[in-house]
């Protein structure tokens, strides 16, 4: 993951500290401030994995946008041939876009 946030300056802010991902395990929580900035984080993750031999189960990653400016509304069904979802489950507890 090191080499995958090297350079990357995307992410949220909370308590005036930028936030890019949250780990735990096997699970991984990436965040971007756009479409764009999330498939290019999901496209450098998978390049950096697969020098390490590991690889993304695309059929397992999820993603959520949250656009409160918009409503929440979304126009993206799939991105990075992963599923654009409203809610999912993480470490156990569902997290729902409201």
Do not use: P, W
């Not at 764009?36 to 999820?62: A, G, H, P």
């Amino acid at each position: 993951m090191r080499r995958t946030l090297e350079a990357r300056k995307d992410g949220i802010v909370i308590g005036g500290q930028r936030i890019s991902n949250l780990r735990f395990a096997d699970d991984t929580t990436l965040f971007a401030t756009s479409i764009r900035y999330t498939e290019d984080f999901l496209q450098k993750m998978e390049y950096v994995s697969l020098k390490f031999s590991l690889k993304i189960n695309r059929s397992k990653t999820k993603v959520t946008i949250v656009d409160r400016m918009n409503s929440n509304l979304r126009e993206v069904s799939k991105l990075e041939n992963c599923e654009v979802v409203q809610s999912y489950v993480y470490l156990g507890a569902t997290m729902k876009v409201t």
